[in-house]
């Protein structure tokens, strides 16, 4: 892989940025008045990139700038063509998921750098679950989202001919798409270098999770899936800090791995952040707020967000058809719409079986693989963080080890809750729970 | 879609194509003596090429250009790029198939011609069953075959990137999958007008056929599948006039639909042939070969050919690793190993149900769609060929609705043979056969 840098690429900083927007009159025309009043603000907090806000008298703009490495570790290079990459996938699912997305300004594909619409006031909403407050919305906005950014780039509508356009034009994120494979599918599930974790404290459970064959295999079968399936162009990394809402509002970001894969990818990364912010919350409680009823309404969040994104999608099938999957001519008779009706219900129980199997892997890897999220991260006194890790594992590993036990989306967040409770009894003594203990 | 002819482009003829021949060198040199010489035998006879065969003093070529037309239809337009499609397969192929593909010798991108080794005294393998003659090895060589290729061209063995590259490479033979979605899982199961069969005598099966919403159901997602797995580079059209057999030597020719695709598309497609070929036989049979000692055979090498894939695959992945699919390194110890080894069966039972499937339609696009093939099709009375078709729509329609029922290739074997034995009894009167009737 080339990794030399090519000849305008230049790192931003918070001097040249405001520079660069400056030699942009379209760019400069939006923020308003003059260069040396803007302020910039750089918020870089993900694993990826650099990211720059950047106000003027009458606006504001985003600046992200693909860094030639992983930004908290320099060693580890990466090839900088992926903000192309985000920006083909915003490009795709913008005619189908209203307002859902930030509006794309500008993309210089010789520095790498894309300036984009800045949310305020939104919040991320990591950081608002980790502080205890509630949008309304977010839930079904995000299950909507993806049931329309998936099916209409599925080949239940789309030409096949354009999905291979954008799998052709998407190709030269692999360097992403092999760290993501790597971080996710294997490493966590055997003793990898890679992986870190709450120790001692977890050191107990890593060594069970390392010892259980089912587990790995288990992973590597989702894995296998994700590499070999052309569901639909997924985010591929829909987490809790890739959505921002405010109160009436909820925008989807960083679609940087974006890429032709299982639609179960997007639904079981969502709800396994949803979990892990669920068990997180025992160390954000307060004298005022013991975060139990905020846990109950992540829950209902979490319903909801399944919910919505399953009845969406089958609306959606039902409304438009002009792909080349299930054509609708071959079914147009009584029989034929009456048997592929029964057939969306199938196809969306697959999915599911992808989404828990998904959902687990990503809980696990959240856990004790490379990347860490700040709810669980962020968490201070050591042993009350690996208790709401070990929680979060349990869940993990019965949705990969009994699959067959979760019909629906309330048999998992019943589940959650009763490990929940149970966490909460056994004091310090953390292990791995079965569905037979609760 | 862009159908303008390419400047170089002028469609060979007997004559010109030696004109050709003779302008490069080594081309010329491998026939020897003088091009005034040459003998050449026009052999065009499926329904995408021109194919000629030369032969000088001293060798032979084989010279096979597309037209930009489907060669029994001028009106119905087809891009000239499919044979650099058929180049990339044959490439990507030759290094894991031992000697199964013939030698490319040159390949013009101007004007669309591949040239390559003459195969001689090789038969086209449906020639020979139809003739009642038997090539001892063909059914294990294609068997271990498409293992070969299959396997090492998969995530479980190639590189994700590599694979990724070629998924690039193939994508303008959009036009070729296209064709093939159409006229395979979509037409023959409506009434579509480019269907024909026997008539009168299909009439009320085909009614049948287009009535039942389990067979469009099963064939659209086969086709799904089809659409949307990445599983291995697939030859994609392996009927039994794609091999060419000697009694010591097989080889696999016209991988012109060469694709990234599910692997029972192959081992599907090469059983629904051989099953064809089977109900054929009565209409071939003479005074001296009733044709049923070779129906057995044929029965045989349908087991012999499964029983060889499966075999061979599972043998590949056990020795060999290397992919991104299962690494070998997460399952090193001997619990991983044993439980990756349990994987692997239940990866080929996978394969199975979608070999199952995809023969089904496979088997009924024959007879009632729009490509029809010769041992079939060659059947001069037309009562005769309709028994035999309906024999072979039976085993499609019973392997799309009740696939559970067959859990081995022998399940399969016997089920064609007690159709067989009860199309001879019934006479004229042609139905479905269900598996309580047998």
Request: charged fraction near 25%; charge should be negative.
């Amino acid at each position: 892989m080339n990794f030399a840098l090519p000849p305008k690429y230049e790192r931003l900083t918070a001097t040249t940025v405001t520079s660069y927007l400056d030699q942009h009159p379209s760019l400069a025309a939006r923020l308003g008045g003059d260069r040396s009043a803007w302020r910039v603000e750089e918020v870089s907090d993900g694993y990826l990139n650099l990211v720059f806000l950047v106000t003027g008298s009458t606006g504001s703009v985003c600046v992200k700038q693909s860094l030639p490495h992983v930004r908290v570790d320099e060693s580890w290079k990466l090839p900088l063509d992926r903000n192309r990459c985000e920006r083909i996938w915003f490009e795709h699912v913008a005619p189908h998921v209203d307002r859902a997305i930030p509006d794309i300004y500008h993309h210089d594909s010789d520095r790498f750098i894309l300036v984009i619409e800045t949310l305020r006031p939104h919040e991320v909403l990591r950081t608002a679950l980790i502080g205890g407050r509630r949008y309304p919305d977010f839930a079904r906005d995000v299950g909507r989202f993806v049931a329309n950014a998936t099916f209409h780039t599925s080949d239940l509508f789309q030409r096949y001919e354009d999905k291979q356009e954008v799998i052709a034009s998407l190709r030269h994120n692999d360097a992403l798409h092999r760290i993501m494979r790597e971080l996710v599918f294997q490493d966590p599930f055997f003793p990898s270098p890679r992986n870190h974790w709450t120790t001692p404290q977890l050191d107990d459970i890593v060594g069970q999770i390392h010892a259980d064959p089912v587990l790995r295999l288990a992973a590597s079968r989702i894995g296998y899936k994700f590499m070999t399936s052309t569901q639909a162009l997924v985010h591929s990394d829909l987490h809790t800090g890739a959505v921002m809402a405010t109160d009436g509002d909820t925008r989807i970001i960083d679609p940087e791995f974006g890429v032709y894969g299982a639609i179960g990818v997007d639904t079981g990364c969502f709800i396994a952040h949803l979990f892990m912010a669920y068990y997180s919350q025992p160390a954000y409680a307060s004298a005022e707020d013991d975060r139990t009823a905020f846990q109950t309404w992540i829950l209902e969040q979490i319903e909801i967000f399944w919910d919505e994104f399953r009845r969406s999608f089958l609306d959606l099938w039902r409304a438009k058809s002009g792909g080349d999957g299930y054509p609708a001519f071959v079914f147009a008779d009584a029989v034929g719409a009456a048997a592929l009706d029964a057939e969306r219900e199938r196809f969306l129980d697959e999915i599911w079986q992808d989404t828990l199997a998904y959902a687990a892997v990503k809980i696990i890897r959240s856990i004790i693989g490379y990347s860490h999220f700040g709810d669980l991260e962020g968490i201070a006194d050591p042993d009350q963080k690996a208790a709401s890790e070990a929680g979060a594992l349990s869940l993990g590993r019965l949705l990969l080890v009994e699959p067959g036990r979760f019909a629906s989306i309330s048999d998992v967040t019943a589940v959650a809750s009763k490990l929940q409770q149970q966490r909460r009894s056994a004091g310090s003594r953390l292990s791995f729970s079965s569905l037979k203990d609760i």
